[in-house]
Each structure stands twice: as C-alpha cells, then as structure tokens.
Nanobody, 123 residues
Framework: QVQLVESGGGLVQPGGSLRLSCEASGFIFKNYAMSWFRQAPGKGRETVAVIDAEGIDSKYGDFVWGRFTISRDNTANMVYLAMNNLRPEDTAMYHC????????????????RGRGTQVTVSS
C-alpha cells in the first residue's frame, strides 16, 4: 500500500532553517508528482510546494517568497523540502502527499498523504 513518512521537523528560531524529508513506498514513485502542504491549528490547508514527476518543474505558494525549495530523488523514492529564513507564521504540521496520477499544480488533488512532521518556529 502507499506509504509516505515525513521526518525532519522540529523547533527552530526565527530566521533558522530546516530540511524536511518524505520517504515514499508502495507505488512507482517516479510516475507521480508530489506535494508538500501544511496545516496549522485553526487555519486551512495551504499547499507549500509541488514538484513534477521528473523533478524538472516546481511551483510554490505565494507565501514562500523564495525561502523554500522542493526537490526529489527518484532513485531513493524521496522528496524534500528545504526551508530557510523561517518565520513564526510557518509553524504548522507539514505533510507530503502523492498527487493523483496525471495531476500537477498547486491545486492538484491527492488521495494519499503522510501523517506529517511538526515545524515550530519560535524564539
């Protein structure tokens, strides 16, 4: 079955950096676009970034402002999110998701997501 397991979250001070990882299994990873999204208590889900199946194209939510980079390694079935210059408003649970086959974009649908990794930005 499809499994997505995130790691790399934690507590970081404002201006700090984190690198999130997502290990995928149970499907042909290189055939699917992938996504990172986040959800904070009391807030709606926000798509942070998406990357196409080949790892050639990526898109970001407006709030990223060049601070984050999504990448993938199709030989290792991994997708990553490097986050720099973190702000308190970035505090949220971060999830990776497998976009539906043939789908791509910030609003693309997904059926599978991981349990998430918590990112807390605070001094």
């Amino acid at each position: 079955q499809v499994q997505l397991v995130e790691s790399g979250g934690g507590l970081v001070q404002p201006g700090g950096s984190l690198r999130l990882s997502c290990e995928a299994s149970g499907f042909i990873f290189k055939n699917y676009a992938m996504s990172w999204f986040r959800q904070a208590p009391g807030k709606g889900r926000e798509t942070v970034a998406v990357i196409d199946a080949e790892g050639i194209d990526s898109k970001y939510g407006d709030f990223v402002w060049g601070r984050f980079t999504i990448s993938r390694d199709n030989t290792a079935n991994m997708v990553y999110l490097a986050m720099n210059n973190l702000r308190p408003e970035d505090t949220a649970m971060y999830h990776c998701a497998r976009l539906n086959f043939g789908s791509y974009g910030l609003a693309a649908p997904y059926e599978h997501r991981g349990r998430g990794t918590q990112v807390t930005v605070s001094s």
